[in-house]
């Protein structure tokens, strides 16, 4: 699952080729349905983090081939921080692309923009598609067309260590200046540092930039939101938790630095996802699960907010497989595929009929995040979408580390902003 927008996976891309009885091993991509039976290769690019959730989607695209035999599914598991340029170049090269991705959801527009994924309407991928929780299908869409099915859907909270929460004697903070008290009393009780603030990534500034009202723009208005007051206090509000010492932040390696020390118990909490749910649980402070609570990120000072994310299966417009390819996205966000997943690694579905199912709707993360789902901030749907964070990114991690000011790195994204969006105010 996701590491962050700009994360970057230790481990090599993993390519499997999980092939059924029957299937093909040529390696080609032709395939057909002549015979009323599909067969031929389909290319898989997932990008689930290696090591917790990458073996349960390997698995269920194995069971893929127990329902189509003559189908071989080609699994690669592609670091999620390489995926996105990775596919862009293969598919503008004509070479190397898959038939199917798993898009984090901002691609899935720039993608189609590009020309680079096929529509859906009309195709098997889209069976039931009324079924969808309308925010998730809605990053799906461009241009009155559909790209691409809405895979998992999520979005952030407060992950805490309960047995250190206890023994400081505080409650969950509700709000950043109670973060920051419940901080320094965790550090006066045991020594230990209250939030690791991952700086690095700057989908973990979008919670904080919402609770000051903020946002990134105003697709409606075409208008730079960013660089506007509420922008800048955001900023204000991530470099006084690190000033104060109520957090402890880095320039890199964010995600594994952020995960060791939440595992570990070198710190009380993190602003996290469901995604990390699976991983956090193989922490030694977390061998018994019920150490673990997680609750809605402090409110700024106009509200809590929490981005949408999740991450979509687009079909590459120029596969030569197109009809395996539809059933296998089909497949891969039905009701009984998404329960599995729910089930094993605590990710949220996107499809309302999952949350009905005994074992989602007795899942205890899947209850708490589902609520913050359902409000969570919609990014905006925009081709332009995955390209505002890289600006984000470097001004983040520079205000983090006194590099810059909040202002001046506001205004600097600002101008970023203006001159990737022409004609916006």
Known sequence: ??????ATALVAALGVTLAACGGSDSGSNGGSKSSGELSGTVTWWDTSTVGSEDKVFKKVAEDFT????KVTVKYVNVPFGEAQNKFKNAAQSGSGAPDVIRSEVAWTPEFADLGYLA????????????????????STKYNGKTYAVPQVIDSMGIFYNKKIFKEAGVEVPETIDQLKAVSAKIKEKTGKTGLYLRGDDPYWFLSFLYGEGGDLVDAEQKKIKIDDESGVKALKTVKDLV??????????????????AFKDGKVAMMINGPWAVADTYAGKEFADKANLGIAPVPAGSQG??????????????GSKN???????????????TQATIAKELSLLPTRQSVYIKSDVATNEMIGFFKPVVDKAVQRPWIPEGGSLFEPVKVEYTKVLTGQTTPEAGAKAIGDSYRKLLKDWK
């Open 243 to 260: 000033d104060s010492k109520a957090a402890i932040t880095d320039a890199t390696n964010g995600w594994d630095n952020m995960q060791a």
């Open 1 to 6: 699952m996701r590491r962050g927008i700009a």
């Open 119 to 138: 529509p859906l309407d009309g195709t098997p991928a889209l069976k039931d598609a009324d079924d969808f929780l309308e925010q998730a299908a809605a």
């Open 304 to 317: 809590q907010g929490a981005p949408q994310g999740g991450h979509n299966l687009a079909v590459y417009a």
């Open 66 to 69: 127990k329902k189509y035999p």
């Open 322 to 336: 197109l009809d395996a390819s539809y059933a296998f996205a089909e497949y891969m966000s039905s009701a009984e």
